[in-house]
């Protein structure tokens, strides 16, 4: 079955800085890895995501990246604020399947 | 994106009892998923419910501790039987919506006591 790791376990970053978030999967079936926000006490929100046939995609202060071949992929937070400060995780799955999740990654942006 | 209603929010329960959880979609999809997250750790699949069949249970996590019902494409329940305080953890039901990704109930506290 499929095996994500995720780096680091904590980020702690200064607000206007980048944050990045890296993930690496087992399973060379999965084609599809979100990311998601986790505050406390909250249900994992979707930030992004992207599927095996991109390479990169882009949302506002958020990029995730794919390597298909080296089977990993990265979060990047830019111009990060405070608001940004919660858990994400990421995922990988071969789509109408179950999700993998990562250890999560607590980030931390002092202001 | 898919709507999904679960309840209870949360719980305290008796040591030995069960409690079901419920969740609801507002459309309807082929297959539903549980989650356990334990505090301060990441999520791990229970099971995989499909309508019609029985569910499929990840290792670690069996029938008779987790029965899961799915008696349609908008509902499913997960029960936690015999409860001890390991068991006390946020349950998540989550969806998979064609475009829109995988999208989570806003899950159920359990604490057994």
């Known amino acids: 079955g499929e095996n994500v790791e995720q780096h680091p376990s904590t980020l702690s970053v200064q607000e206007g800085d980048s944050a990045v978030i890296k993930c690496t999967y087992s399973?060379?079936?999965?084609?599809?890895f979100p990311w998601y926000k986790q505050e406390l006490g909250k249900r994992p929100q979707l930030i992004i995501d992207?599927?095996?046939?991109?390479g990169e995609k882009k949302d506002q202060r958020i990029a995730v990246t794919l390597n298909k071949t080296a089977k990993h992929f990265s979060l990047h937070i830019t111009e990060t604020q405070p608001e940004d400060s919660a858990v994400y995780f990421c995922?990988?799955?071969?789509?109408?399947?179950?999700?993998?999740f990562g250890a999560g990654t607590r980030l931390t942006v002092k202001p | 994106s898919a709507v999904i209603s679960q309840k209870p929010s949360r719980d305290i329960c008796q040591r030995g009892t069960s409690l079901t959880i419920q969740c609801q979609v507002d459309?309807?999809?082929?297959?539903m998923f549980w989650y356990r997250q334990q505090p301060g750790q990441s999520l791990t699949l229970i099971a995989t419910?499909?309508?019609?069949?029985?569910?499929?249970?990840e290792s670690g996590f069996v029938i008779d501790k987790f029965p899961i019902s799915r008696p349609n494409l908008t509902f499913s329940t997960l029960t936690v039987s015999n409860m001890s305080p390991e068991d006390s953890s946020i349950y998540l039901c989550?969806?998979?919506?064609?475009?829109?990704?995988?999208?989570f109930g806003s899950g159920t506290r359990l604490t057994v006591v």
């Open positions: 399973d060379s079936a999965s084609n599809y």
């Open positions: 989550s969806v998979e919506v064609a475009g829109y990704g995988y999208t």
């Open positions: 459309s309807q999809v082929t297959m």
């Open positions: 995922a990988a799955t071969p789509l109408n399947n179950d999700m993998r």
């Open positions: 992207i599927r095996s046939n991109v």
């Open positions: 419910a499909n309508q019609g069949s029985e569910a499929t249970y």
